[in-house]
């Protein structure tokens, strides 16, 4: 089995299509011949160049949303002349990328799930949803929470679900310096998160905590670095517009540059499918703090490699924060783990490995 066609038909870019491209790098590596399809509508255009690099044709199909049938029509089309092994369908959400099932089951084609972000769908979507799952030889799924989940809504037997995790390339990690252009002054306690600015990533929380820790500590001075773009953006700009050392960095493409320059590193998420962020801050040396929801806690063990505290809950952040900046030989020993389970267990190659095991046993 040399042959894999990957599939999406998300319109956007996220961590999801992030670890597609990490994924057909690896792979081409390992003797694979990897190519993508996607909709024109898709924002990985932007990735397009990227993804041409490792994969061995990148196909743009002319539908213009991802309820258009021509998914349907265009993939059964490049399936029948691509001889492929096998159809690798990377899921940005529960109900996406329906007509792929259709197309590859009517051609005999295998089909490997990856579900990055599984929830419950009700009614007709429930029942679609199912008929697409019976379809699929094997799902890989990125964290314990999404197998229970999967197996819950759906009744997916355990035998048909495979524990995947994300991985990181430590390398780019492990050897990046420091970011020279920062608005922090020297010798600040740099606190940073990285995500959309989206209520499920809780970043209400975060600021909320960042503001008690100053009047509890005043004499430390800390910056708060927020990097990332999305709806709740402007709100927060316009709220804490007097506080000068917390920062808006929009999007960046230097993020192992920016973990290298912090000090701690948290994720207050709500829902969090997996959180990679964790595990390349780990792989960093930056302590984290994060929630005790979904894929976190497979990355995160409380007190070990990090600090687990419940979601929507700022007065626990803080309270992390101060424990990290009043136990230096504990930070030391944290971060010491945090590394080691990252090189252990979160690796791209530890990632491709596991992934080529299921297709071979599919």
């Not at 390398?171 to 608005?183: A, G, I, V």
């Not at 101060?322 to 030391?332: A, D, F, G, H, T």
Request: include cysteine; charge should be positive; glycine fraction near 6%.
């Amino acid at each position: 089995m040399k042959r894999i066609l990957f599939y999406t038909d998300t319109p956007n870019i996220g961590g999801a299509e992030k670890q597609m491209l990490v994924l057909a790098k690896h792979l081409s590596r390992k003797g694979f011949e990897v190519d993508l399809a996607y909709g024109k509508y898709s924002k990985i255009y932007k990735m397009h160049d990227d993804f041409s690099k490792y994969c061995k044709l990148v196909h743009v199909l002319p539908a213009i949303h991802k309820h258009d049938p021509r998914h349907y029509t265009s993939l059964k089309k490049l399936m029948k002349s691509g001889k492929y092994d096998l159809l690798h369908i990377h899921l940005w959400n529960p109900g996406s990328c329906r007509y792929a099932f259709f197309a590859a089951s009517h051609l005999n084609i295998p089909i490997i799930t990856t579900e990055h972000d599984p929830f419950e769908l009700t009614g007709l979507k429930r029942q679609i949803k199912k008929n697409c799952l019976k379809k699929t030889a094997q799902t890989i799924v990125i964290s314990q929470d999404n197998l229970r989940l999967l197996g819950e809504y759906y009744e997916v037997p355990k035998e048909r679900l495979k524990l995947v995790h994300n991985g990181i390339e430590l390398d780019r990690f492990l050897d990046s310096t420091k970011c020279d252009n920062l608005p922090v002054q020297s010798g600040e306690i740099v606190i940073t998160c990285i995500a959309e600015l989206h209520p499920r990533k809780g970043h209400k929380y975060l600021l909320r905590a960042f503001m008690k820790l100053q009047e509890e500590m005043p004499q430390i001075k800390t910056s708060l670095l927020l990097v990332g773009e999305g709806p709740l953006e402007n709100e927060f700009k316009e709220q804490y517009f007097e506080q000068k050392n917390i920062h808006f960095l929009g999007w960046r493409n230097d993020i192992p540059e920016i973990l290298k320059s912090s000090d701690i590193f948290v994720l207050p998420s709500l829902k969090e499918a997996f959180g990679l962020v964790l595990v390349e801050a780990m792989a960093s040396g930056v302590p984290v703090i994060t929630t005790n929801t979904g894929g976190a806690v497979d990355i995160v063990q409380d007190g070990k490699t990090g600090y687990l505290v419940p979601p929507s809950n700022s007065e626990k952040i803080t309270e992390a924060i101060r424990l990290i900046l009043q136990n230096e030989e504990q930070k030391k020993d944290i971060i010491a783990s945090a590394l080691e389970s990252a090189k252990q267990n979160f690796t791209a190659d530890k990632m491709t490995d596991n992934t080529i095991d299921v297709y071979m046993n599919k």
